[in-house]
């Protein structure tokens, strides 16, 4: 079995910044790429920022420059650094990991429950 935690969600002004991270824990052999994708009412889930296990970086056009995507292999862990909010920016955002169990077994990818950002104007 395999849990996603994802914390550091909230609420916060217009121009403020948050940092969220997402924990993976259980039976994991390897990680491969780790994601943070987001959802705002009433429209389709997008990739926000991915990192690979070389740590390559890409982002979404509407959060380049603002927002830093990084990882801690020790610790099984991504972060999203968000700066400079917008109250577009405001979303359930998913942590999106592409993991295998064993050395054997095909990878796959497992999501996070999603964590709340709302950015006030």
């Known amino acids: 079995q395999v849990q996603l935690v994802e914390s550091g969600g909230g609420l916060v002004q217009a121009g403020g910044s948050l940092r969220l991270s997402c924990a993976a824990s259980g039976n994991i052999f390897s990680i491969n790429a780790m994601a943070w994708y987001r959802q705002a009412p009433g429209k389709q889930r997008e990739l926000v920022a991915a990192?690979?296990?070389?740590?390559?970086?890409n982002y979404a056009d509407s959060v380049k420059g603002r927002f830093t995507i990084s990882r801690d292999n020790a610790k099984n862990t991504v972060y999203l650094q968000m700066n400079s909010l917008k109250p577009e920016d405001t979303a359930v955002y998913y942590c999106?990991?592409?993991?295998?169990?064993?050395?054997?077994?095909?990878?796959?990818?497992?999501w996070g429950q999603g964590i709340q950002v709302t950015v006030s104007s």
């Open positions: 990192i690979t296990g070389g740590s390559n970086t």
């Open positions: 999106n990991v592409d993991l295998a169990r064993t050395v054997s077994s095909p990878y796959f990818v497992s």
